[in-house]
């Protein structure tokens, strides 16, 4: 008999853990971390009901935290295993583990400074930087299209997916007695027609499908159209000097974005422009993409081919330190900052927001999906104050949300 357990984005987005049970194997299919919920600290440290230690396999569709944010969990719990998954997805969850561990560590530790008498210190990080070590070296890497068995009974293929550097979904082979039953998790499935990356490849006939659904209920705004958009707040800025902002995920979105400028100046709707990069996670990914050429689409390919780099153009800037970062603030004229967190919860693109939101020539450009609560939604809905470093930061600078830039398959795609 099989049994399929749904422990995360179910009822909720994020969180992707599911696990396949047979009479002969146990696989868990991701393990992410739940985010954007008051609750979501409480479910991170709640295991699964199973002993990890009891799994045969564990699969990893892609790098994103929402899907494998809560792996070094596994082998905190005794899980000793393969985790398998893409060479680029390997790639990219180091770096993407590495800062969450570094990033959980950190803010206990400023919490722990700031106690006062009677209150309670925080709980211990998730996981440590060397269970999150000892993680990262049970990822095992499997080709796309290559038929893997994973554990008695139980087979896999990787499909590209589309979404990030390295995603898949997956294709599950399970011998069940005499019969054969194929499952595909798609995990995220991205966008035709994104840039740099192949489309997502349609999955073989299945039994049993489990879809994301994260924009099963629309369709997006055609690319085209957005870039538009895009090019259009560029060449303001640009006719009376001001800056532009973009908060971007570090994984995906960022790259996406430095694609797009470089192509307006390819194709000459540009002249010129000063980009900058202030992310040293989106630096690390970008470095990354020169490594896995094997999954570019056919226009970056041709680029290589000419040899031009998609993630490579004049006046593009990868900064690395604090104090390159800091300097963008006291440079004055017109450029680009691209910078992370995605939805202004934290990192460097605070700074940048606390120096120009103030200054009408700013143009602040939201281009991914803004969660409640976060500064990311308070700019799109319109408030004219805004809490930066605690102190009210009126917001003069103009708004802008961009919305055909997602990463995820609208209705129509997914019902395709």
Not at 162 to 174: C, E, K, T
Not at 226 to 236: F, M, P, V
């Amino acid at each position: 008999m099989i049994k399929l357990g749904f422990y995360g984005a179910a009822g909720e987005v994020t969180g992707s853990c599911y696990v396949l049970t047979t009479d002969r194997a146990r696989v868990m299919i991701d393990m992410g971390m739940h985010q954007g919920e008051r609750e979501a600290d409480d479910h991170n440290r709640r295991m699964p009901p199973i002993d990890p230690a009891q799994l045969d396999a564990v699969v990893l569709t892609h790098a994103h935290l929402d899907h494998c944010g809560r792996l070094p969990l596994l082998n905190k719990n005794g899980y000793r295993g393969r985790i398998h998954c893409t060479d680029a997805t390997a790639d990219v969850t180091a770096i993407i583990l590495r800062d969450s561990a570094g990033i959980q560590a950190e803010d206990c530790l400023r919490f722990n400074r700031r106690l006062r008498r009677g209150e309670e210190p925080c709980q211990e990080p998730l996981y440590s930087v060397p269970e999150t070590e000892q993680t990262l070296r049970q990822l095992s890497a499997v080709g796309y299209d290559q038929v893997t068995a994973i554990a008695d009974g139980i087979s896999i293929k990787f499909i590209d997916a589309g979404h990030i550097l390295g995603a898949a979904s997956v294709q599950m082979i399970v011998q069940d007695g005499s019969r054969t039953i194929t499952f595909v998790f798609s995990g995220d499935v991205g966008v035709s027609g994104s840039p740099i990356l192949r489309d997502p490849t349609t999955p073989l006939p299945a039994d049993v499908v489990i879809l994301e659904s994260t924009y099963g209920d629309r369709d997006h705004k055609p690319l085209d159209k957005t870039r538009d958009e895009l090019l259009a707040i560029l060449k303001d800025a640009q006719s009376v000097g001001g800056k532009v902002l973009i908060p971007a995920f570090a994984v995906g979105r960022t790259q996406d974005l430095v694609f797009h400028i470089g192509e307006f100046l390819r194709e000459g709707k540009l002249p010129s422009v000063r980009v900058y990069v202030d992310s040293p996670m989106a630096t690390s990914v970008s470095d990354l993409y020169a490594r896995h050429k094997d999954v570019y689409d056919e226009r970056a390919t041709q680029l290589l081919a000419d040899h031009m780099l998609p993630l490579s153009f004049p006046g593009l800037i990868y900064t690395r330190t604090v104090e390159e970062s800091k300097r963008l603030n006291e440079t004055r004229g017109s450029m680009v900052i691209i910078s992370a967190r995605g939805m202004c919860t934290g990192g460097r693109i605070m700074h940048h927001l606390y120096h120009d939101l103030g200054n009408p020539e700013t143009h602040v450009v939201i281009a991914g999906y803004q969660g409640q609560g976060t500064l990311g939604r308070r700019l799109v809905d319109g408030a004219r104050t805004v809490n930066i470093f605690r102190e009210a930061i009126p917001v003069r600078a103009k708004v802008h949300t961009l919305g055909g830039f997602s990463a995820h398959a609208g209705q129509s795609a997914l019902l395709t």
